[in-house]
C-alpha cells in the first residue's frame, strides 16, 4: 500500500534492521525499543491489524509465530518474552500495518500499562 511504511520496510524500499524474512513475513528491529529486544514481526500483506485477518490467513499466522520462536530462540530469551499486538487508539496502535511486537530481555510489569 503507497504510504505505508512498514509496506516500504517489507519491500525493502525503506530501510530496517530484518532480523529474519520469509515468503509471508519480515521481522525487523524497531525503532525507540521498550526492551533490549525488541522485534516487529509484520506479514508482507498489508492488514491494517488483526481486525483484517481472515480464515485463509490461517497458514500466515502460523508462519507468524513459527518466526516468533525462531528469534526468541536466537535472542536467547530462555527467561521468557512478551507478543503484544496493538489494535487501534486504545491500544495506542500508531502504525497501521499489522505487527507483532516480541519484547524481552527484562522482567516484564502486568498489567501493562
Ligand atoms: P504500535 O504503537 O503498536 O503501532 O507500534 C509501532 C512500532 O513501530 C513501534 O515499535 C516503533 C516502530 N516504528 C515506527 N516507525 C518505525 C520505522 O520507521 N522503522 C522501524 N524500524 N520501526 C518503526
Request: overall charge negative; glycine content about 10%; some cysteine.
Amino acid at each position: 500500500v503507497t504510504d505505508c511504511l512498514f509496506c516500504g520496510i517489507a519491500a525493502g524500499e525503506i530501510a530496517a534492521d530484518v532480523v529474519r524474512e520469509s515468503d509471508g513475513v519480515v521481522a525487523f528491529r524497531g525503532v525507540n525499543p521498550v526492551a533490549p529486544t525488541h522485534i516487529l514481526v509484520i506479514p508482507r500483506v498489508h492488514l491494517a491489524s488483526i481486525q483484517e485477518l481472515e480464515h485463509e490467513h490461517a497458514e500466515l499466522l502460523g508462519e507468524v509465530f513459527a518466526v516468533i520462536d525462531e528469534i526468541a530462540a536466537e535472542e536467547t530469551l530462555s527467561g521468557g518474552y512478551r507478543v503484544v499486538t496493538n489494535v487501534g487508539s486504545d491500544a495506542g496502535q500508531s502504525v497501521h500495518h499489522l505487527h507483532w511486537h516480541l519484547l524481552g530481555g527484562r522482567a516484564m510489569a502486568w498489567p501493562p500499562g
